[in-house]
């Protein structure tokens, strides 16, 4: 489904200060327990009934947009890249369309700027990033593109703040390598990246498919956070239902010999959620990329000016998505 943005916050102003708690808390770390809605219960000092029809009703609702495990592209043995394509206006949506069906395809935004397309694509270990989009972007139809892929992660972490939790997620620390993936790994994987059912036993359903007890899955999911394959098991929110109806990407032209020094402190600023050292381009001069999330256009212009005092940088550029094409989790393991 496309989404054309809006500055409306007609939906964050439905949610009770209960619901904020709740939506705060299940971004920070959902419980990987049995029975997860009692242990959220306790934190929040409510039933574990009202927890989960709350939850219910959230979601329902399009404000929580996805519970489940957050792998690590690189650590499971995939090669992703932000690509950049200019396309005309006119065939955008078919063209989106086209990139929207392959399954590394997890974002896809039309952004104001010549290059107006721009989506995220992840390919499995063993295949070239590079070939995979020259035969993707053929086939839609896309002459003039950029891939992009990250040379330095200074952060990576979507963390909406809807109430007043001070809690940051719990992710692992970064390996500098994980150990490979095991076919049953695999299987877990391919079964564990499905969005959480909301019942009372959710990892239930997931355990009858591998052929596990509950006690086997939720014992590999600490496994996989421990080897680096999974960063958290978290909720990640539609973010203009919640109230973030602005989303600007805003890129960097640092010098090289800054780049380390100014990606530590863009990223450090809460309101950036994402944060990386990309290659430039003849056309393309920009090397740092901060991912703003903000209430408005002004939030996140402001939040700009403040980072740009911070590294003492410039000259950037402020890319407002202005469509959703495609938003979702990258399906691993599926071809």
Same mark, same amino acid.
């Given at each position: 489904?496309?989404?054309?943005?809006?500055?409306?916050?007609?939906?964050?102003?439905?949610?009770?200060?209960?619901?904020?708690?709740?939506?705060?808390?299940?971004?920070?770390?959902?419980?990987?327990?049995?029975?997860?809605?009692?242990?959220?219960?306790?934190?929040?000092?409510?039933?574990?009934?009202?927890?989960?029809?709350?939850?219910?009703?959230?979601?329902?609702?399009?404000?929580?947009?996805?519970?489940?495990?957050?792998?690590?592209?690189?650590?499971?043995?995939?090669?992703?890249?932000?690509?950049? $394509?200019?396309? !005309?206006? *006119?065939?955008? #949506? &078919?063209?989106? =369309?086209? +990139?929207? /069906?392959?399954? %590394?395809?997890?974002?896809?935004?039309?952004?104001?700027?010549?290059?107006?397309?721009?989506?995220?694509? $992840?390919?499995? !270990?063993? *295949?070239?990033? #590079? &070939?995979?989009? =020259?035969? +993707?972007? /053929?086939?839609? %139809?896309?002459?003039?593109?950029?891939?992009?892929?990250?040379?330095?992660?200074?952060?990576?972490?979507?963390?909406?703040?809807?109430?007043?939790?001070?809690?940051?997620?719990?992710?692992?620390?970064?390996?500098?390598?994980?150990?490979?993936?095991?076919?049953?790994?695999?299987?877990?994987?391919?079964?564990?990246?499905?969005?959480?059912?909301?019942?009372?036993?959710?990892?239930?359903?997931?355990?009858?498919?591998?052929?596990?007890?509950?006690?086997?899955?939720?014992?590999?999911?600490?496994?996989?956070?421990?080897?680096?394959?999974?960063?958290?098991?978290?909720?990640?929110?539609?973010?203009?239902?919640?109230?973030?109806?602005?989303?600007?990407?805003?890129?960097?032209?640092?010098?090289?010999?800054?780049?380390?020094?100014?990606?530590?402190?863009?990223?450090?600023?809460?309101?950036?959620?994402?944060?990386?050292?990309?290659?430039?381009?003849?056309?393309?001069?920009?090397?740092?990329?901060?991912?703003?999330?903000?209430?408005?256009?002004?939030?996140?212009?402001?939040?700009?000016?403040?980072?740009?005092?911070?590294?003492?940088?410039?000259?950037?550029?402020?890319?407002?998505?202005?469509?959703?094409?495609?938003?979702?989790?990258?399906?691993?393991?599926?071809?």
């Amino acid at each position: 489904m496309i989404r054309r943005f809006t500055d409306s916050l007609v939906w964050e102003c439905r949610l009770d200060e209960t619901d904020r708690k709740i939506l705060d808390e299940m971004q920070v770390a959902f419980p990987m327990e049995r029975r997860p809605w009692e242990v959220l219960g306790k934190r929040l000092g409510m039933p574990s009934g009202e927890v989960l029809e709350r939850v219910r009703r959230l979601k329902e609702e399009g404000i929580i947009r996805q519970t489940s495990p957050i792998f690590d592209t690189r650590a499971l043995g995939y090669s992703s890249g932000l690509v950049a $394509a200019s396309v !005309p206006s *006119e065939r955008i #949506e &078919e063209i989106a =369309a086209v +990139l929207n /069906e392959h399954p %590394g395809v997890s974002h896809n935004y039309e952004r104001d700027h010549r290059f107006n397309l721009w989506f995220t694509i $992840a390919v499995p !270990p063993g *295949e070239s990033l #590079e &070939e995979e989009v =020259a035969r +993707l972007t /053929e086939r839609a %139809g896309i002459r003039e593109y950029r891939i992009l892929p990250a040379i330095r992660v200074f952060k990576i972490g979507v963390r909406l703040k809807i109430g007043d939790s001070g809690r940051t997620p719990e992710t692992s620390p970064r390996r500098k390598s994980s150990p490979p993936l095991s076919e049953r790994d695999r299987k877990f994987v391919r079964v564990l990246q499905d969005d959480l059912p909301w019942m009372e036993e959710p990892f239930a359903p997931a355990a009858e498919r591998l052929g596990a007890t509950q006690e086997e899955v939720l014992a590999w999911l600490d496994l996989a956070r421990e080897n680096g394959w999974m960063r958290r098991f978290a909720a990640v929110l539609h973010h203009r239902k919640a109230g973030f109806t602005a989303n600007g990407m805003v890129c960097w032209r640092v010098p090289e010999e800054h780049i380390e020094e100014a990606g530590r402190k863009a990223a450090a600023f809460p309101e950036v959620s994402h944060c990386y050292q990309r290659p430039t381009c003849p056309d393309w001069p920009y090397n740092l990329f901060t991912m703003i999330h903000g209430r408005s256009k002004v939030e996140c212009e402001e939040t700009a000016r403040c980072i740009s005092e911070a590294i003492g940088v410039k000259d950037y550029v402020i890319l407002y998505s202005t469509r959703e094409f495609k938003k979702e989790r990258v399906k691993y393991f599926v071809k």
